[in-house]
């Protein structure tokens, strides 16, 4: 024990020291500035850790720096945007997109088909390329031609507040659905779905090492049914879908875009760590470069569809009530009036920003810390992070873990994105910035400790908020009139010190163990 | 005796047969472009060709970042050091260099003195986190110290010396190599430097303090058991890693009209560490390469497809870490003996069928 502490001492010694400083610098300043500080840094803190939980569990299992991380960030802020001011654009991408996946879940099929071709003989490379190329022209043939409601980026950029007031109201006017002209439905449903089924057929052929599926049963068409059927319900029942979510509470229609989102993320994720991520396990520092790449894709990508323009995301109905009996001055006032503002120790606090995001992180830290320490995925993931070739000759199947871990890294990221765009609006560099912070917390708190995540995360966003703080405040500085307001660039300044620091104290993070 | 030297004289132009070459291409390129467009040799000579003087501003470009590339590629690829923060290096021979010449009015050999004191401390600065943190670790170290020079060089209380954000204008370069007038010259030497850096990192790397470098890269441990002090060896790499850096910002500093404050930021780090694993890393020449062809592409791209160049762009760094995992160079070097059994298949078969 004594030894254990003689040991400890140091990380000890930092923890206090950063306690210390945090009680004073909260001592310098009145009840309810300190309260809002608090609750800034929670928010901002909560914000980082959703992105650096899954960075911290990628890099723990997979030894992937997955610097792309910001930019599925950014992205998920975007969709969810997308989902929430513009349902008419999600109903209409709907169909399409869920056609295209349809054909994908048949791999069981395809691994059938491709043992009758191997059969027959030399078949299969003609049928791979030919049907890539039919599927590919078919796509390129109808997705132009398919009826999408455009926005005009122009119109959101212009007057962002006027918009997000409108929307507040509800009385954002959507554009009328375009009807089919250059194609019939039947056509295009038709089309998207044979151009999906043969592209992924002809995809699943590259995959050689693919064994078993000898026969086939009912069940592996199911998922494909079910997607195929919601697509098409989706299409004809375009305009009620679309009237329906136009006219549905801005609370229920924020949760819609959220899990649009989340699903979205893990779908990218599992496909990101199948194809790109999964041929260079044993080049680790191009992992580094791909994921670069993948970023500026993803960035110019987002680019290109959105503009580069920042947008206002309206906040959820819950959150936005500004009528009768606000500022909220008690629980239940929040609750009959929808506050967008309650009065804390006579501060002003928004209730989105500094209750709800928190609340948020508090609860998917509880969700992950009990899914590690209590479930066998968690379990194999310690294992994995711990020793990954040792899990592996236990018998367990490593490919799959690192997918899952790697999808839920990229679904929390973006969750983490729809829940930040109504606080800090959405820009082409939100990503970055991001990024850059929840690295920061990661080296404060210990790169592949799920815990020091958490940790390190809420250290960044305290420390940034207090300076804030006190650039608007000042610091009297003691024996003299001068009073010190620390500036903006001080803000990223402080965190990065403050990580070189910890860095030349204990070079595995705060609660890091050593390698 | 004599006979000896005499050999391995011959064997070194006989060793550096492609660098010669590329000089000597590279020292026509402005003339014969000039021929393309009409401009007489002696035109071009005097800075009157449109085109030709156009590609001399590209192939400055090139020299630049296959300078800075050269650079990260010793540290990175040869010692092993991944820094996220080499950028800082560069920032400082460029804001140095324009700082000095504007507000101080130094003469620019003056100037490249003081450069070459700053970039010594820059790497001692690198050098004293090197015992504490490793691998990963240091890198987030480099990119925090390398942040905080950026925040620094952004900020509104420097604005009167860097521009902050807007960056460093109107650095009064020296009239005798002017960009504007005397572009050819700049040229030329900048070549040389360029020249001169890749001598030198060839003759660093074949050296025993190369050699040893090269060890703590494969294997800092072994190299500690064998009985060196590899921190010495280390920092002697991030010394020299960091003059060059810092060279080829003066560089910088004196051919753009403006310094920009991104040239601190993690952008630029990250663009040598593209360049280096496109050429092939730990690869000397492949750093040239790649700084030739990712500016060339970058240009290429942006003239003609305008603004999905950065799209187009990713797709192609994503195809080559899939496809060309040991860049240009290495992947070369790696095939090179089959290009060259098929190549005397291929010869071998003509001389049959005469």
């Known amino acids: ?515 | 005796m004599v006979k000896v030297t005499s050999k391995s004289k011959l064997n070194f132009f006989k060793r550096n047969q492609g660098l010669a070459i590329t000089i000597l291409v590279l020292s026509f390129l402005p003339f014969v472009v000039g021929l393309f467009e009409g401009a007489s040799p002696a035109q071009v000579w005097l800075n009157q060709g449109g085109t030709s003087k156009f590609i001399e501003g590209l192939a400055i470009e090139i020299f630049i970042l296959a300078i800075f590339a050269l650079s990260y590629d010793l540290l990175f690829g040869i010692t092993g050091l991944l820094s996220l923060g080499h950028s800082m290096f560069f920032a400082t021979g460029a804001y140095l260099t324009g700082i000095l010449l504007k507000n101080f009015q130094m003469s620019l050999g003056v100037t490249i003195l003081w450069v070459l004191a700053a970039a010594v401390i820059n790497a001692i600065l690198f050098g004293l986190v090197l015992p504490r943190v490793k691998g990963i670790t240091f890198a987030l170290v480099t990119l925090g110290i390398a942040s905080v020079f950026h925040i620094l060089i952004m900020s509104r209380e420097l604005g009167a010396l860097t521009g902050a954000d807007v960056g460093l204008q109107r650095v009064p370069t020296p009239a005798f190599i002017s960009p504007a007038t005397e572009r050819l010259r700049f040229y030329f030497i900048a070549l040389a430097i360029l020249i001169f850096f890749f001598l030198v990192y060839k003759r660093f790397v074949s050296s025993p303090v190369g050699r040893v470098c090269v060890a703590i890269r494969e294997n800092e441990d072994r190299a500690l058991m064998l009985g060196y002090n590899t921190f010495v060896f280390k920092l002697a790499a991030l010394i020299l890693s960091s003059i060059t850096a810092s060279v080829a910002g003066v560089i910088h500093a004196l051919y753009q009209p403006i310094v920009s404050p991104n040239t601190a930021g993690l952008v630029y780090t990250i663009m040598a560490l593209l360049v280096v694993l496109i050429g092939g890393v730990g690869t000397l020449n492949g750093a040239l390469i790649g700084a030739a062809v990712y500016r060339l592409l970058d240009f290429g791209l942006r003239r003609y497809l305008g603004e999905v160049a950065g799209f187009v762009n990713g797709t192609i760094y994503v195809l080559i870490v899939l496809f060309l995992p040991y860049g240009i160079v290495g992947t070369w070097r790696l095939k090179s003996l089959n290009i060259r059994q098929g190549w005397n298949r291929l010869l071998g078969y003509f001389q049959k069928s005469n």
């Open chain 1, 1 to 515: 024990m004594k030894n254990n502490l003689r040991k400890d001492l140091p990380r000890w010694l930092t923890l206090l020291a950063l306690l210390v400083f945090f009680v004073v610098a909260a001592r310098g300043m009145e009840t309810k500035d300190w309260v809002i500080t608090l609750l800034r840094g929670l928010s901002v803190g909560s914000v980082t850790f959703l992105v650096a939980s899954g960075f911290s569990l990628i890099f723990g299992l997979l030894d992937v720096l997955n610097m792309a991380h910001g930019t599925v960030f950014m992205l998920g802020a975007y969709i969810a945007w997308t989902v929430y001011v513009r349902p008419d654009t999600f109903v209409d991408l709907l169909t399409p997109t869920l056609l295209l996946l349809s054909g994908f879940t048949l791999s069981t099929v395809w691994k059938r088909l491709v043992r009758i071709l191997k059969q027959k003989g030399n078949w299969l490379v003609i049928v791979r390329w030919a049907g890539l190329a039919v599927g590919i022209a078919a796509m390129i043939y109808i997705l132009p031609r398919y009826p999408i409601t455009i926005w005009d980026v122009g119109n959101y950029s212009q007057s962002p507040v006027t918009y997000s007031y409108l929307a507040d109201q509800g009385l954002i006017n959507l554009p009328q659905g375009l009807p089919f002209e250059e194609i019939s439905p039947m056509a295009a449903v038709i089309g998207l779905m044979a151009a999906s089924l043969l592209t992924a057929f002809s995809l699943s052929t590259f995959n050689s090492r693919s064994q078993g599926a000898t026969s086939l049963s009912w069940k592996d068409f199911i998922v494909y049914v079910i997607l195929f059927g919601l697509g098409v319900a989706a299409l004809i029942f375009n305009d009620s879908l679309t009237s329906f979510l136009d006219g549905l509470d801005t609370t229920w229609l924020f949760l819609i875009a959220l899990s649009v989102g989340v699903m979205v993320g893990v779908l990218l994720g599992s496909v990101m760590e199948s194809t790109l991520i999964r041929p260079l396990y044993s080049r680790p520092i191009y992992q580094l470069m791909l994921t670069l790449g993948l970023s500026a894709i993803g960035m110019e990508a987002v680019r290109a569809i959105w503009g580069r323009p920042e947008f206002v995301m309206p906040k959820p109905s819950l959150f936005a009530g500004v009528g009768d009996g606000c500022p909220a001055t008690s629980l239940a006032d929040l609750w009959t009036n929808h506050c967008s503002t309650i009065m804390l120790f006579d501060g002003r606090i928004r209730v989105y920003n500094e209750i709800f995001i928190p609340l948020v992180g508090i609860i998917v830290l509880v969700g992950i810390w009990i899914l590690l320490q209590r479930s066998r995925l968690g379990m194999i993931i310690r294992a994995g992070v711990q020793d990954r070739e040792m899990v592996e000759a236990l018998g367990i199947n490593v490919q799959r873990v690192f997918n899952t871990v790697f999808a839920m890294g990229v679904g929390l990221a973006v969750l983490g994105g729809g829940l930040a765009a109504p606080s800090m609006g959405l820009s082409n560099a939100m990503g970055e910035t991001l990024i850059l912070n929840a690295l920061i917390a990661l080296a404060i708190g210990g790169l592949t400790n799920f815990p020091g995540a958490a940790l390190g995360s809420l250290l960044v966003g305290l420390l940034q908020q207090v300076i804030i703080k006190y650039g608007a405040i000042g610091i009297p500085i003691p024996f003299t009139e001068i009073v010190f307001k620390p500036t903006p660039p001080l803000v990223p300044a402080s965190t990065v010190l403050l990580m070189v620091f910890v860095l030349l104290i204990l070079p595995n993070g705060l609660l890091g163990r050593k390698e």
